[in-house]
């Protein structure tokens, strides 16, 4: 669990110190993106960032809330459930959206799809105890 969280510092690290211009890319038919979530914490109403993977299902961008494969919701999941509303920094600009889980088919061609992109999140999912949500992020 340090690696991964290690690891996360050191990415939004990068972002800040490259002031933006490193850290962010899109994702291609091979590889997930990587893209910058900012939500409204539910507890303290202050803005909260996170660099997260996604990958693009037509206007839509698709993130799963892993927690790092460890137990329980990450709080940027937490914080949009209390509040869906959120904007993302991508690499071609800021788009305003809205958050809600994929469910029943949705859900499971959205999980597929992450197979396609080479993540085995099906051997990493094993790893907790209960479903990882599939965040579908929509344009507002």
């Known amino acids: 669990r340090w690696v991964v969280r290690t690891a996360w510092a050191i990415h939004r690290a990068i972002y800040r110190v490259a002031g933006g211009r490193r850290g962010l890319w899109r994702p291609t038919p091979q590889k997930y993106g990587a893209m910058l979530v900012t939500t409204v914490g539910r507890k303290s109403g202050n803005e909260r960032s996170v660099i997260l993977g996604y990958f693009e299902d037509g206007p839509n961008l698709v993130t799963l809330a892993m927690n790092g494969w460890a137990e329980g919701d ?48 099906d051997e990493y999912s094993k790893q907790r105890t209960t479903e990882t949500p599939v965040v579908v992020l929509d344009p507002r």
């Open 74 to 121: 990450p709080a940027w999941w937490l914080n949009l459930k209390a509040n869906p509303h959120a904007t993302v920094v991508l690499t071609e600009g800021v788009r305003d959206v809205n958050a809600t889980e994929a469910t029943g088919s949705e859900r499971t061609r959205l999980w597929a799809r992450w197979h396609e992109l080479g993540s085995d999140v």
